[in-house]
């Protein structure tokens, strides 16, 4: 038997090529995940970065059925909070009026919804209130009662900014599904 080395690592390198490409790619987009999952790196520009039945809104790969609305689900003691937001439907700069929309008692004790039927751009930056004055704030200049705010950080400016379509906020921080919420 003789062999030809420079025939044989031909047929070697193109095997070798073949069988990279054949199981070092997938189906799926290697830029996205394969369910769009905003917890990954979904990031896009334009809907093609997207998988099928997901679109780009505000850089992030979303649900197609689900570019219209959010529900926001919210835990705390307060008497009836009011989620205070921007879903950047007019404008980065639009923010409900203050205090914000009354949230409705959950299922759960101790827990609030609120659902935004209307479209947006599919990220929204918000923060909770309580919704009234009740004593439990204080300003520390003046001394005298003032609304009290939930943001992420003991920063008054830092906002929650999510793309989820349906969250879950405790103790400063966003889940995206309820039963990822610690007791």
Request: charge should be negative; proline fraction near 4%.
């Given at each position: 038997?003789?062999?030809?080395?420079?025939?044989?690592?031909?047929?070697?390198?193109?095997?070798?090529?073949?069988?990279?490409?054949?199981?070092?790619?997938?189906?799926?987009?290697?830029?996205?995940?394969?369910?769009?999952?905003?917890?990954?790196?979904?990031?896009?520009?334009?809907?093609?970065?997207?998988?099928?039945?997901?679109?780009?809104?505000?850089?992030?790969?979303i649900l197609e059925e689900e570019?219209?609305?959010?529900?926001?689900?919210?835990?705390?003691?307060?008497?009836?909070?009011?989620?205070?937001?921007?879903?950047?439907?007019?404008?980065?700069?639009?923010?409900?009026?203050?205090?914000?929309?009354?949230?409705?008692?959950?299922?759960?004790?101790?827990?609030?919804?609120?659902?935004?039927?209307?479209?947006?751009?599919?990220?929204?930056?918000?923060?909770?209130?309580?919704?009234?004055?009740?004593?439990?704030?204080?300003?520390e200049e003046t001394n005298e009662?003032?609304?009290?705010w939930d943001n992420p950080s003991?920063?008054?400016?830092?906002?929650?900014?999510?793309?989820?379509?349906?969250?879950?906020?405790?103790?400063?921080?966003?889940?995206?599904?309820?039963?990822?919420?610690?007791?």
């Amino acid at each position: 038997m003789e062999i030809n080395v420079k025939k044989d690592c031909f047929y070697i390198i193109i095997l070798s090529f073949l069988l990279f490409f054949l199981v070092g790619c997938d189906s799926g987009d290697s830029e996205t995940t394969a369910d769009n999952n905003p917890e990954d790196d979904n990031t896009c520009i334009i809907n093609a970065d997207c998988n099928q039945g997901y679109i780009c809104k505000a850089n992030t790969c979303i649900l197609e059925e689900e570019s219209e609305g959010f529900t926001a689900h919210y835990y705390t003691t307060w008497k009836t909070p009011y989620i205070h937001f921007n879903d950047g439907s007019v404008d980065s700069e639009t923010w409900t009026e203050v205090p914000g929309k009354p949230m409705e008692a959950d299922s759960l004790e101790n827990w609030f919804v609120y659902t935004h039927t209307a479209e947006w751009n599919g990220y929204v930056k918000f923060v909770f209130n309580e919704g009234t004055i009740s004593g439990n704030c204080i300003d520390e200049e003046t001394n005298e009662p003032k609304l009290c705010w939930d943001n992420p950080s003991d920063d008054i400016m830092q906002n929650y900014e999510t793309g989820y379509t349906e969250f879950w906020v405790k103790d400063g921080k966003i889940y995206k599904s309820f039963a990822s919420v610690p007791d």
